[in-house]
Structures are given as C-alpha cells and as structure tokens.
T-cell receptor, first 108, second 114 residues
Framework: GIQVEQSPPDLILQEGANSTLRCNFS?????LQWFHQNPWGQLINLFY???GTKQNGRLSATTVATERYSLLYISSSQTTDSGVYFC??????????FGAGTTVTVRA | DAGVIQSPRHEVTEMGQEVTLRCKPI?????LFWYRQTMMRGLELLIY????????DSGMPEDRFSAKMPNASFSTLKIQPSEPRDSAVYFC????????????FGDGTRLSIL
C-alpha cells in the first residue's frame, strides 16, 4: 500500500502561534484527507484535498500531488486545536492509508 | 444534518461474551466503513460496504468478527466470542462516493474486554 509519513510527530505550541504539519506519501494519490482527532477521541474531517489549496477559518491545506506531499497550516492556534492530526491517502479506490499522526498540544 | 451515529459509546464486557456495535450512516451516503483504532496499529480498515453490499472484508481479523448492513441506514459489527485483544476503539464512517468524497466518522465505540 501507499506509505504515509507525517512530521513532526509531536508539536507544542503557545496559544496564538502558527504552525505547519507535513504529510509525505510514497505514490500517486487521487484522494487525500486531513482529520483532527480531539482529546475526546472524535475524528473530524478537516479537508478533502487531493490537489490544490483550501481554507476553512484558521486552517488551510495545500496538496502538491506531483511532488507527493501535503501541508496543513494552523494559524493563531487555540487550545481547542489540541489533538492528533492525521493525513490519509488513497488511489482510485476506497482504501485510505493513514499516517501515524502529529500530536499537537496548544498551551494557554 | 445528523452525522454518523454509533452506539454504544462505551462497552465493557467479559471475554467470551458477544458484542454488537451499531452504526447509522449519514443519509444519502452509499459507502460505509468500519475501522478499528489501537495504539499499536493505528487506524485499520476492517470492512467496506457499497450500496449495502460488503465489498472488502479483508481487514476483518478473524472469523469471530462479522458485519452486516441490512439496509442503507443501519450496519452492525459483531464479535463472538470476544477476547481481551479485541479491546480498541471501533469507528464507523460513511461517504457519498468511496474514493472521491470525504469520509465522515462517528464518535466511535470504546470497547474493553476484560
């Protein structure tokens, strides 16, 4: 299957700081999704972004499929942004390969 | 709109007992997925349904696990008999089209087998 590497594995931020999370993948994809797992365990779909750039409030994401990476930007971080961010990729079919995640801790 | 609804949220039972997890996908979605999340293995796809038909059950760990989708609005994942190593968080997710649309997850069922 497609290998997915996320970096950094852990990130500690002061409230108000900006950050960038990276997702590298080993093969062509036409399905890429970013998820946030909050401290209560809920998995929230942030973006469906196989290519291009999207923004949703303080979050934005960019995928450069030809170079096999995606970036998730968090601006003006808040404590509610804490949790684990997963990148998941797929090619043609339904199967998503999940990365190991980036654990983000935002301190007040 | 209601999201994916799973029940129960938590289940604690003794090994050997039958466990049934339930899922109601988002109305209009024709793809349904069951995942299992553990610290050791992360998120694993157990089974995928399309239009109520099981398409891929290669992720089901063993014969003790079974899943059904009798109609477009309901699915179950059953473990019989349960074992302590089945303890995990089980998620159900749905999407409109399997490969071309975002997957939306339920809140999960945290299963503990004693």
């Amino acid at each position: 299957g497609i290998q997915v590497e996320q970096s950094p594995p852990d990130l500690i931020l002061q409230e108000g700081a900006n950050s960038t999370l990276r997702c590298n993948f080993s093969d062509s994809v036409n399905n890429l999704q970013w998820f946030h797992q909050n401290p209560w365990g809920q998995l929230i779909n942030l973006f469906y972004i196989p290519s291009g750039t999207k923004q949703n409030g303080r979050l934005s994401a960019t995928t450069v499929a030809t170079e096999r990476y995606s970036l998730l930007y968090i601006s003006s971080s808040q404590t509610t942004d804490s949790g684990v961010y997963f990148c998941a990729v797929g090619f043609i079919d339904y199967k998503l390969s999940f990365g190991a995640g980036t654990t983000v801790t935002v301190r007040a | 709109d209601a999201g994916v609804i799973q029940s129960p949220r938590h289940e604690v039972t003794e090994m050997g007992q039958e466990v049934t997890l339930r899922c109601k996908p988002i109305s209009g979605h024709n793809s349904l997925f069951w995942y299992r999340q553990t610290m050791m293995r992360g998120l694993e796809l157990l089974i995928y349904f399309n239009n109520n038909v099981p398409i891929d059950d290669s992720g089901m760990p063993e014969d003790r696990f079974s899943a059904k989708m009798p109609n477009a609005s309901f699915s179950t994942l059953k473990i019989q008999p349960s074992e302590p190593r089945d303890s995990a968080v089980y998620f159900c997710a749905s999407s409109f089209l399997a490969g071309d649309q975002p997957q939306h997850f339920g809140d999960g069922t945290r299963l503990s087998i004693l």
